[in-house]
């Protein structure tokens, strides 16, 4: 296995065992040229969290018995998460930044998985999964209108 971290300034070495000539420090036939490697786009999605009404008690103990907070996470992006309130209905009013890196074109975006929205109980070890919702990256964009205004999500389906 070779791993290597590279700047974005940085030429990347192909290392193996092909019978090339390659030298040690990558600089032979081995070298791939920067056009095999097409340039990744660093996306932000910004998340305007609101608040949460009559989540489940989840702990035992406590007046409110849950400590809630919402995570994010896209596919293999480090997840972000809100700040934990304990109550049934928090009120989080903060944003969450999740950083992507997207492929390149058309197809990049497509690539993506959806980004999992999931409400969480905080304990100590670990925390508890209360409920999830997934959102497609690609109806932000084919469907710019529908998100210009905050927008709840139902997490349980209606009684």
């Known amino acids: 296995m070779c791993v290597t971290v590279l700047l974005s300034t940085d030429r990347p070495v192909v290392h193996g065992d092909r019978g090339g ?6 600089s032979g036939s081995g070298g791939a040229t ?6 990744l786009e660093t996306w932000i999605l910004k998340a305007s969290l609101y608040s949460g009404r ?5 702990d035992l103990f406590g007046k409110a018995g849950v400590d809630a907070y919402l995570k994010l996470q896209c596919g293999s992006a480090k997840a972000v998460k809100s700040a934990n309130k304990t109550s049934r209905s928090p009120d989080w009013n903060q944003e969450l930044f999740l950083r992507l890196v997207v492929p390149p074109g058309k197809v990049g975006l497509a690539s993506l998985p959806p980004v999992k ?16 919702q997934h959102l497609a990256l690609r109806d932000l964009l084919l469907k710019p209108k529908e998100y210009l205004h905050p927008k709840w999500y139902a997490f349980y389906p209606k009684p």
């Open 117 to 132: 929205m999931s409400i969480m109980d905080a304990d100590y070890g670990k925390d508890d999964h209360i409920a999830s």
């Open 21 to 26: 000539s390659d030298d040690e420090d990558g």
């Open 34 to 39: 920067p056009d095999e490697f097409p340039e």
């Open 54 to 58: 009559d989540l489940p008690r989840m």
